[in-house]
């Protein structure tokens, strides 16, 4: 019931993000649809806001962005370019009449990305570049190619992330009602969750995960697992790893069966 209330609250804030629950006005676009293309240069950072479908190809041969959305609306974003860095947020609550697009097609990966508000992020190809994500208010994101020596990901709210892919070190940080999932292989796990978040690591050698509020964890691994769980938080293991583990508050540690 805390996890569905918390929920709750969230959306509730994401909608008024659309909505205009501040009592500011909402602007409601015009149904026509257009687009915008350019040039963004290589980018070493890459920030986005509001209400977005994001798709990101990060092996591509050129560098282009395009906006597609409502033609009335295109005039209320900040769009700031140039110095290696691509932002593009509402300058209002906007009210698209369907989903709006941003497509970016880049010679390489940003190495820092932070996506906040309503988006739907799917990130093509291999991703080759050490990369630093951050995510908040209700991000559903899908990066399946990773293949690189490290990661950091820090995200709230009620974002959904599923991870693949081949990552030497992983440090994950998550809070509110956020679902993290990794199915690829990894080496070495960092993890702290808050919260009400839940996360499934489908295998790594090493980990240390620190868990508080009623959180829960799944994760085999295989060599080493260092636990710190608090309040009603679970984790659920899976491997034969050496365990060091300490408990408080009815938190539990369980091993499931293979």
């Known amino acids: 019931m805390r996890k569905q209330l918390f929920a709750l609250a969230l959306v509730t804030a994401a909608g008024c993000f659309l909505a205009g629950c501040s009592g500011i006005a909402v602007i409601t676009g015009n149904g026509i649809i257009t687009e915008k293309t350019f040039d963004p240069g290589d980018i070493s950072r890459l920030t986005t806001a509001g209400y977005w479908k994001i798709t990101l190809d990060p092996n591509a041969d050129r560098n282009q962005c395009t906006i597609v959305i409502d033609e009335n609306l295109l005039e209320e974003l900040a769009i700031?370019?140039?110095?290696?860095?691509?932002?593009?947020?509402?300058l209002?609550?906007?009210?698209?009449?369907?989903?709006?697009q941003l497509r970016l097609q880049l010679k390489q990966m940003p190495e820092k990305l932070n996506f906040s508000g309503i988006s739907n992020l799917?990130?093509?190809g291999k991703i080759t570049r050490e990369t630093e994500w951050s995510f908040s208010g209700s991000t559903t994101a899908s990066i399946p190619?990773?293949?690189v020596p490290e990661i950091q990901l820090q995200a709230s709210g009620i974002s959904r992330l599923t991870l693949g892919g081949n990552v030497e070190k992983a440090t994950v940080r998550t809070s509110g009602s956020t679902e993290f999932t990794f199915s690829g292989n990894l080496q070495e796990l960092f993890m702290e969750q808050s919260g009400c978040s839940n996360a499934a690591v489908r295998s790594c050698e090493s980990a240390e995960i620190?868990?508080?509020?009623s959180c829960t964890a799944k994760l085999d691994a295989a060599r080493q697992l260092t636990v710190r769980?608090?309040?009603a938080s679970q984790l659920l293991y899976s491997g034969s790893p050496e365990l060091q583990f300490?408990?408080?508050?009815?938190?539990?540690?369980?091993?499931?069966?293979q």
């Open 229 to 231: 769980a608090g309040g």
């Open 145 to 147: 190619g990773f293949a």
């Open 210 to 213: 620190q868990l508080s509020g």
């Open 246 to 257: 300490h408990t408080s508050g009815s938190a539990k540690i369980k091993k499931q069966k």
């Open 80 to 90: 700031k370019s140039g110095s290696g860095r691509l932002q593009v947020t509402p």
């Open 122 to 124: 799917e990130v093509t």
């Open 92 to 100: 209002h609550n906007l009210r698209p009449s369907r989903e709006p």
